[in-house]
Nanobody, 114 residues
Framework: VQLQASGGGLVQPGGSLRLSCAAS????????MSWLRQAPGKGLETVAD???????AYVDSVKGRFTISRDNAKNTLYLQMNNLKPEDTAVHYC?????????WGHGTQVTVSS
């Protein structure tokens, strides 16, 4: 099982980034997928979820700015992040859950700074 997150980087406030998470080794389409983040000195926070039926949910701080999506044909999860703010600076992780099965990928750093 692998979850490979990519797309992080350094961006100015107001900028955009698109994170991707390539999955392999499990039935991606059956899993609920999430993006989580951990800012320096803070705990892990769930940013957005997408269920296997396409329903989505977001933490209030990113509503209207971030969009989570999935391409089951490509076994890939995405997070489009617009109007980024310094408080979005964090290591971002993708997560896959189906019942007792819970998989994590390595994080990708997002830094928002001028």
């Amino acid at each position: 099982v692998q979850l490979q997150a990519s797309g992080g980087g350094l961006v100015q406030p107001g900028g955009s980034l698109r994170l991707s998470c390539a999955a392999s080794g499990f039935r991606f389409s059956s899993y609920a997928m999430s993006w989580l983040r951990q800012a320096p000195g803070k705990g892990l926070e769930t940013v957005a979820d997408i269920m296997n039926d396409g329903r989505t949910a977001y933490v209030d701080s990113v509503k209207g700015r971030f969009t989570i999506s999935r391409d089951n044909a490509k076994n890939t999860l995405y997070l489009q992040m617009n109007n980024l703010k310094p408080e979005d600076t964090a290591v971002h992780y993708c997560n896959a859950v189906d019942g007792p099965y819970d998989y994590w990928g390595h994080g990708t750093q997002v830094t928002v700074s001028s």
